[in-house]
């Protein structure tokens, strides 16, 4: 089935070299507004919608995207049928021309140059994001180590509870926490045959993660981030800094807020074990004949109390960092 052919005004056909430089940013917008509020790309006023010539130089300055659903015709291939959605400003240094074109249309025509020029399009994307990124969040470093160390008396403590309510509890009263807990679920023998027990939920706790034995040291990756966060110098000017420099800065605040991120997030979920709540449901769960773990459990203040029953418990002294509220990361912002 044919395509509908699209009838160009003149105006879009005669040559408009108003552009003796790369167009900067402005343009770029003026373009993206442009086709976003559904207009031709070739009535834009700068398009010269115009072959260009057998090896021609090109430059890409940005990408732009047309509406769902909208195709525009491409001055390189197809000058008078739809054919791209996503298109690419492109500069053409020697005539001072800009054309609006498919994003591979203009390989046919000279494939070093546009394989050249895109990859300079998305050096200068990368570096740009870079910028951006370095500029909206690389002053928050401080912030970020200030509250990791707030932090950090938190994670040792449930570092501490990790070994206490895990290895030392099992080996010393035969309690043995996480075989029963593991997921979150207080479960209770509902009946049994041919010597199988069947189980129902009676209930769910939080924070079991804190009993897990493969759960690796919360402290030691506060600690990390902390150590990320150090030597994180660039230029007060942050787009005159060396781009390697730039890239590696970078990496390693990304990497600091990912790891001080999920130290937090980690933090939270641990620390709602020994809330008293919590600590309620279980002593009631470990009360019941019908539970597979025989456990007392009670909260007073900063003391938690744990034996087989509630005759001969065992006292653990908790920190009173535990009450305290966890402290917060500075949000990142992504544009």
Known sequence: MPLD????????????PDFPTLPDKSVVEEV?????????????????HTKPGEGAEVQYVADFQLPKGQEAPCPCCTPVTAKFNTGLI???PETHLVRLMGQHCFRRINPEGHQAAYKDLQDRIRREGSIRY???NLWKAKEA??????????????????DILGPKLKRTLQIDLWRYMRDGALMVVSGGTDGKQFYTRYSTVT????????????AQKVETAQRLLENLDLPDDIEKADDDDRDRVARRFNRAMRVAGNAIAEINEC???VTPLNVATIRQWG?????????YMRREGLVLHIGQTEDEPRSINLDGCLDLPTPRLPEIVIE
């Open 5 to 16: 052919r699209i009838e160009i005004p003149e105006s879009a056909l005669r040559p408009k």
């Open 32 to 48: 993206r507004d442009w086709v976003k509020s559904g207009n031709p790309t070739y009535t834009w006023r700068g398009h010269t």
């Open 90 to 92: 492109a500069w053409f």
């Open 134 to 136: 370095l500029i909206g």
């Open 145 to 162: 180590s200030s509250a990791l160390e707030r932090a950090k008396p938190i994670a040792r403590h449930l570092d501490d509870l990790q």
């Open 207 to 218: 924070g079991t993660q804190l009993l897990d034995p493969a759960r690796t040291s919360m």
């Open 271 to 273: 620390r709602q074990f």
């Open 287 to 295: 009360s019941r004949l019908d539970a597979p773990l025989q456990v």
